[in-house]
């Protein structure tokens, strides 16, 4: 079996301190649709991390036309910088879990920048209302 190809990190990412503990930000000018990080991931059973600190930190997988359903909640646990972007109501990045044709196949998360994106900026995602719902808390 032949490598493939490496997956992408923006040069200008880095994780550091914040309000959350730590987050990604960017030590430069990031124009609206550039990807950000191509990010490899673990597919577990959602109830092997149930009631683990992982909780917090995981992303629901909905099955794409190209895999096979496992049935029931499974989840995915991302790799590089994709567990530390912290939640935003307004976020600068979204992300989306996909499998790339090509010389060298990928099934990855990939997240990408929503709109311009100025130095020194962290780099925020929605976890979504039923993230907050869960834990029994309002969307901040």
Known sequence: ???GEPL????GLRVQP???GYGVFTEQAIPEGTILEECHYLKA???SVRNSPLTDYVFNIEWGPH???RGGEWVAIVMGF???YNHSQEPNVSYYRGFQKGASPKDVFTFYALRDIEPGEQLCISYGENWWKTRGQEMP
Do not use: L, S
Not at 8 to 11: D, L, V
């Open 8 to 11: 992408f990190i923006h040069p």
């Open 67 to 69: 895999e096979e359903d």
């Open 82 to 84: 994709g567990m530390v």
């Open 18 to 20: 914040c309000e959350w």
């Open 1 to 3: 079996m032949q490598p």
């Open 45 to 47: 059973p959602f109830r």
